[in-house]
């Protein structure tokens, strides 16, 4: 191999955003034809829901890497707000201490007439 293939591709924003459109068309498509009676009720919705699902897994098949690393990263970042949730939580609590303290003291007869 060519030092052109070792390199890894990164997936573009709109590379990501079609593949998971495709993986959420193919999941909604699969899901109406499984569900039941498709056919007997509505045929042109059936079959479009089939074409649908063919045309989404001919475009998120060959990007099976890229929806992978985008649920990964998306998994991530999720996993992430709860720390930082939990980092602002502390922080204005540690905030709301140092203020207090700050605002206590040695009552002074000017302190009480206020």
């Known amino acids: 191999m060519t030092a052109h293939h070792d390199k890894q591709h990164t997936p573009s924003p709109r590379e990501r955003a079609t593949t998971m459109l495709a993986a959420i068309t193919a999941l909604a498509a699969g899901t109406y034809i499984a569900c039941g009676d498709g056919f007997t009720w509505d045929p042109y919705a059936y079959t479009i829901a089939w074409l649908l699902l063919i045309c989404a897994l001919a475009a998120t098949i060959p990007q099976t890497d890229t929806l992978i690393d985008t649920i990964t990263r998306a998994a ?13 939580h502390r922080a204005l609590a540690g ?10 003291g040695v009552a002074t007869p000017a302190a009480r007439t206020k």
């Open 76 to 88: 991530r970042r999720m996993a992430r707000i709860p720390r930082s949730v939990h980092h602002a």
């Open 95 to 104: 905030h709301r201490h140092a203020t207090g303290r700050m605002t206590r």
